[in-house]
């Protein structure tokens, strides 16, 4: 008789309430905060209507929070939108998902962040701006030479960091983003405060106006703008699989974390416009930099990038924490790399998908493409947010007896909302940026050909290697709860 075999390691559910909500917030927040006001101030021309622009966009990011929050606590699993794209549609649905975060999407998000974060580094340290080395052939943004910048290495030593502290463990990642994303909060609350006690704003900056093309296309080219802003609220629900009580923690992580996202946003650039006319707000490329500047000077300017750093660094560890289960999850099922289904035995971390994640992004950075790369899959992430928000009406009919411990408030009306919003952004994309659009499609598809050879090779001659009905299947082994920490 052979030996029993040791189950394999699974995932752990270390992650509390305040562990998620950090998740929502700190991902969310990240750059856009002080620079896409200028975009809106230009599309839509006046403060009332940049505010107004921010509480749509708020209130379609909730609506799609609400949506996922029934979806998050029917389904606790790792992979998020994979999960509810496999069980609403099938496993082919799922895999295309999976396969456009793990090349364009998430690894596009990280690599643009850490950019980002030298950049605001090269406030302080100039250097870093500074061409290490050109490569001379036409691999270039625009079709130029390639120059790679000192800067480029040391955001690339900033993801492989949180790559590490992840690696060690979601208790240790989670910390980390709570201790960041309230420093975070802090820094922004205190620019809001300062902008709003400076002597140089006026209450008569409100009922200025910039030139603004206006109208539904000024206010759809700000909405997107503000929705880039928004984005990140659904990362909490990859990390299912850890959430302590996902029932009652993801719904209220959800919900809590982007509503408190909506308030902090309309707080800072109600202060925004307190200290700059709206024809500044909508010139200035760095807007929150230059209200500090007029509020306080010249050192009012440096704390906006040390605030903007932190914002940063709490969004990378977030994307990079929920980031990595979404390959984990779809190799678990056996369409992807079999190696990335491996849960660390001591660390309980998907550790070779945290690798997989943040050297590829590294690479991204590398090769100065990563804007035009997050550029093509634009079109494909709202077809996923549109598709997993329509999932709830696809499952309700599909497996009524699914165990719901929330209901999405306001069902039908907002999931609807939301599906209509992301079809006309998706819209929009095809219709303004149709040659990023098709080769963002044409990344998708290259996928294809790995989804069929990964169904071929499934044991069981391509059917799943596990239940999809309702609760899942109960032997699950990527999973080890703890009946202290989930009671």
Do not use: C
Not at 173 to 199: D, E, P
Not at 270 to 297: C, I, T
Not at 349 to 359: C, D, K
Request: hydrophobic share 50%; glycine share 12%; net charge positive.
């Amino acid at each position: 008789m052979a030996p029993p075999t040791e189950p394999a390691p699974g995932l752990r559910r270390e992650l509390g309430l305040w562990s998620a909500a950090a998740i929502v917030v700190g991902t969310v927040i990240g750059s856009g905060i002080f620079l896409v006001p200028s975009d809106m101030a230009a599309g839509v021309g006046s403060p009332g209507m940049v505010l107004l622009v921010w509480v749509v966009g708020g209130a379609l990011s909730l609506a799609g929070a609400l949506t996922y929050a029934e979806l998050s606590a029917a389904l606790p699993e790792a992979g998020g939108e994979y999960v509810y794209l496999r069980a609403a549609y099938g496993p082919f649905w799922g895999f295309l998902y999976a396969w456009t975060q793990m090349w364009v999407g998430k690894s596009g998000s990280v690599a643009t962040l850490a950019t980002a974060f030298f950049v605001y580094l090269a406030n302080f340290r100039p250097e870093l701006e500074g061409v290490a080395f050109r490569i001379g052939l036409p691999i270039g943004p625009g079709g130029g030479p390639l120059e790679v910048r000192y800067g480029q290495f040391l955001a690339m030593a900033v993801i492989l960091l949180l790559v590490g502290i992840n690696y060690w463990g979601v208790r240790v990642g989670g910390g980390v983003q709570v201790v960041v994303t309230l420093v975070k909060i802090v820094l922004i609350g205190a620019i809001i405060v300062l902008g709003f006690s400076s002597g140089e704003g006026s209450v008569a900056n409100y009922v200025t106006a910039a030139e603004a093309p206006g109208g539904w296309g000024g206010f759809f080219l700000a909405l997107v703008a503000a929705l880039w802003a928004y984005d990140g609220w659904n990362n909490v629900s990859m990390v299912s699989s850890e959430i302590r009580q996902p029932q009652r923690n993801l719904p209220w992580a959800l919900i809590a974390g982007t509503l408190a996202v909506v308030v902090i946003y309309l707080a800072t650039n109600a202060a925004y416009f307190w200290v700059l006319p709206a024809q500044e707000v909508a010139a200035s490329d760095r807007v929150a930099a230059d209200v500090m500047r007029r509020a306080w000077g010249e050192w009012g300017g440096r704390a906006v990038s040390v605030a903007a750093m932190v914002s940063i660094f709490a969004a990378l560890n977030g994307s990079i924490l929920s980031g990595a289960r979404v390959p984990y999850a779809v190799a678990r099922d056996g369409l992807f790399f079999a190696p990335l289904a491996r849960v660390h035995p001591t660390h309980a971390t998907p550790g070779v998908s945290l690798l997989a994640l943040g050297v590829w992004s590294a690479v991204l950075v590398l090769s100065g493409r990563y804007r035009e790369l997050y550029t093509y899959a634009i079109f494909a992430n709202w077809l996923s947010y549109g598709m997993a928000t329509a999932a709830v009406f696809v499952l309700r009919r599909k497996q009524p007896d699914l165990p719901r411990p929330y209901r999405t408030l306001g069902y039908p009306v907002l999931p609807v909302l939301f599906v209509v919003g992301a079809g006309a952004i998706i819209a929009s994309t095809l219709r303004q940026s149709p040659r990023e659009s098709l080769m963002g499609l044409a990344l998708i598809l290259a996928g294809l050909p790995f989804y069929f050879h990964w169904k071929r090779s499934r044991p069981g001659g391509g059917s799943s290697r596990r239940g999809w009905g309702p609760g899942g299947d109960p032997a699950r082994k990527d999973l080890v709860p703890n009946s202290e920490q989930d009671s």
